[in-house]
């Protein structure tokens, strides 16, 4: 019975470098997945590409992949597949290319590309294409003019095909996080992308579902994680997929963390909407028929995802420029620190009108008091408490002018104002988020093994 | 009256998708879950959470594992991107609504988490 193990070893861009060495080392995998990309990550991807036309692709990458070197001398079988092309796959692709000669590791490079539709904008509006949003039904040409990047989420056939023509890597850009895995075992198995295998690519899709966030699905905010969880050493997730979609969710032995049934019940349930109907551009889910149980320790078993259709578009996620913000933090502390740190927000807010300053949106939190947690009725007054204030303005200047309001209630503010060491906190660019959706005919997936 | 949090019959996970959210409640039994399949409404959660001006809640059942989810639109003030809360994407949310209290069942031993994982 052929069984193929696939790891997650990163849940996003920020997540743990150490975490794809381990599991790669101790994991006995087949495949190694690598998840760099969140919603707005193709932003911040799009600017440095459009600074340097080599970059525009998650570096991190590159790093794990010269510490994968020697492990991937003593498993030459292991193939890695991951979205961290970002922007700019093929650049990826390069680089990565350049580590392993000098690594002396033969292996194909395959590039998974198409995603990026900031090119063919135009063509595509003109053609009738209307990338309306998703959620407020507000028309694209509210933000034509300031978007900054545009991409499809690919599905898994292309990573098939990739893994098909021989690639030992795929470097994808944009592409549903379930793919990773999909992609991988549809090749492996033998599954066309068709009405016949849509049940199987669901049950697949569940199991991309669950490690795309990493240790998420092993111990990673269990709501019944402690101390003995061990989360210092949490082990990364593992599926172990037959070819009819049945599969076990584990973790490499000797690792802290937790999988059961509590867990992997979280993550199934994570960011879904309706159960039902779990989109993806390969089918459309239906998780209310899956079924866990806890087959040995950390060790859960897991069938029954089934197909809800399969949809004819791509979501679209698209970003657009929507001005400047930053936020700023200090500590009250003493008797009445709630009181005095919303004393202290108004008060610097205040300072600034005089001087001529305001905000399109502004925030003051007291963090410790209950303001972070909706409904949530803190029994005492804390001691101390997190003055936290945030502003947004399409004027630059403004919010910079902000960020020096902070430093003078060290002398001119309330009693046991403390905690600023850190500095004038830093001014960002907002990209704001525009989902939609795009038939899948206007897009076309292309795959290219590098030498 | 005598309440219990949520808690003490169930766990749960919050995500985020753009503006909205989505709060999974697991059940710890199946008693639970047909108890809060009867109490646990989206009406319930759109008052615990008035405060973050939800415009309107939905609520899916996952009986498969004894899941109710809940999305909540527009709960996350722009979201990710725009939000200038410090918990942009909603982390707190089923920890939150995991402290709802509730009015005890009758047949709560029956509803709590049995042995360790």
Known sequence: ?451 | MKTVPLSTIAHGRSGDKGNHANIAIIAYTETGYQHLRHSLTAEVVKLYFVEWNSTRVERFEAANVLGLNFMLYDVLAGGASRSLRIDTQGKTLASALLEMHIEAPDRIEEMRRSGAS
């Open chain 1, 1 to 451: 019975m052929k069984r193929v193990r696939i790891g997650n070893g990163c849940g996003f861009w920020g997540d743990s470098l150490d975490a794809p060495i381990r599991l790669a080392q101790a994991g006995r995998l087949d495949v190694l997945t690598l998840e760099y990309l969140a919603e707005l990550t193709m932003s911040i991807l799009a600017l440095q590409k459009a600074k340097d036309p080599a970059a525009g692709f998650a570096t991190d990458f590159l790093d794990v992949l010269q510490r994968l070197a020697p492990i991937l001398h003593e498993q030459p079988k292991l193939k890695i597949v991951t979205n961290a092309g970002g922007m700019n796959p093929r650049a990826c692709a390069v680089k990565a290319n350049e580590i392993l000669a000098v690594t002396k590791l033969q292996r194909w490079i395959a590039v998974v590309s198409g995603d990026d539709l900031l090119p063919n904008l135009r063509a595509l509006l003109a053609a009738g294409h209307r990338l309306t949003n998703l959620d407020t039904g507000e028309p694209f040409e509210s933000v034509k003019d300031r978007v900054v990047s545009a991409n499809a989420y690919l599905g898994a056939a292309p990573i098939a095909e990739a893994l098909a023509a021989g690639a030992d890597i795929v470097v994808t850009g944009r592409v549903a996080d379930a793919s990773l895995t999909v992609g991988p075992l549809a090749h492996v198995f033998g599954w066309q992308f068709d009405a016949a295998h849509l049940d199987r690519l669901a049950a697949a899709t569940v199991a991309g579902h669950l490690i795309e966030c990493g240790a998420q699905a092993t111990g990673g905010l269990w709501i019944n994680a402690n101390e003995k969880t061990h989360l210092e050493n949490v082990g990364y997730p593992i599926v172990e997929v037959e070819a009819d979609g049945r599969f076990t969710l584990s973790k490499p032995e000797n690792t802290g963390g937790a999988v059961n049934v509590e867990t992997v019940a979280e993550q199934l349930l994570y960011e879904v909407a309706d159960p039902a109907k779990y989109f993806t551009p390969d089918v459309t889910a239906n998780f209310t028929t899956v079924q866990l149980e806890q087959a040995s320790q950390d060790v859960v078993a897991v069938r029954g995802g089934t197909s809800n259709g399969v949809t004819d578009t791509y979501k679209v996620s698209a970003a657009y420029r929507d001005g400047y913000m930053a936020a700023g933090m200090l500590v009250l502390s003493g008797p009445n620190a709630v009181q005095k740190a919303r004393w202290s927000g108004k008060v610097l807010l205040e300072r600034l009108a005089a001087a001529g300053i305001t905000f399109e949106h502004s925030r003051v939190e007291a963090l410790g008091a209950g303001d972070v947690v909706p409904s949530s009725h803190p029994a005492c007054d804390p001691p101390e408490v997190v003055l936290r204030v945030a502003v947004k303005d399409s004027k630059r200047a403004a919010v910079e002018r902000f960020t020096k309001e902070f430093a003078p209630l060290v002398t001119s503010g309330f009693a046991g104002t403390t905690g600023y060491t850190t500095g004038r906190p830093p001014v960002r660019e907002v990209f704001a988020y525009w989902p939609s959706l795009i038939a899948k005919s206007a897009v076309v997936p292309h795959v290219e093994v590098i030498a």
